[in-house]
């Protein structure tokens, strides 16, 4: 497809469980951003990667929370012993370069019970 | 703290009349402004921006207005339509670190156009 796909769209996780979220960005994007959004909130930034530099991981809320983008495509965030409040939206975004516009995948939707 | 505040969880016009869409800022680091919309189940698409040296950005039926002495900005819409429906968030970031690099979002405001 053309735009931001992520997968899975809708992941069930058992507290203590690691998981792992897939982005495939738009073709030729170079920057990638990674967002959490809960329930009733805006989306909260959580990493960037320019190709497969991760310039900025000054949003993830702790050291169970990793992001890779190892070829400068494809990027993977991954969680590891899973809780509660980890259960939300995670969007991932990419864009043609810095400072221009960021288009954002359907998200994947994380429960942790 | 939240740096960026959609004070109004939702907002109901009627199809035809003008929407404003308010939201303030708290962090003068902010130089670069952008509205996003969201329909349920997927992600928010860009709608329109406004650096900080302007006051007013006009895309088709969406304007949004800066007003830095008070750090407020607001997305018009005009004529509202049923397709408009949809939650609208504020987002904003500063252009020394790359306009687009990393955003500050509000809570949103959910946006309904009664026909």
């Known amino acids: 497809g053309a735009g931001v796909s992520q997968s899975p769209r809708y992941k069930v996780a058992k507290r203590g469980q690691d998981v792992a979220l897939r982005c495939d960005p738009i073709?030729?994007?170079?920057?990638l951003f990674w967002y959490q959004q809960a329930l009733g909130q805006g989306p909260e930034f959580l990493t960037y990667f320019q190709n497969e530099a991760q310039l900025d991981k000054s949003g993830l809320p702790s050291d169970r929370f990793f992001a890779e983008r190892p070829e400068g495509s494809v990027s993977t965030l991954k969680i590891q012993r899973t809780q509660q409040e980890d259960s939300a939206v995670y969007l991932c975004a990419s864009s043609p370069s810095l400072g221009n516009t960021i288009y954002f995948g359907e998200g994947s939707w994380l429960t942790v019970v | 703290d939240q740096q960026v505040k959609q004070n109004s969880p939702s907002l109901s016009v009627q199809e035809g009349r003008i929407s404003i869409l308010n939201c303030d800022y708290t962090n003068s680091m902010f130089d670069y402004f952008l509205w996003y919309k969201k329909y349920p189940a997927e992600g928010p698409t860009f709608l329109i921006s406004i650096s900080s040296i302007k006051d007013k950005n006009e895309d088709g039926r969406f304007t949004v207005f800066l007003n830095k002495s008070a750090k407020h900005l607001s997305l018009h819409i005009v004529p509202s339509q049923p397709g408009d429906s949809a939650v609208y968030f504020c987002a904003a970031s500063s252009l020394l670190t790359g306009a687009n690099s990393k955003l500050t979002f509000g809570k949103g405001i959910t946006l309904s156009v009664r026909p």
């Open positions: 073709s030729g994007h170079v920057s």
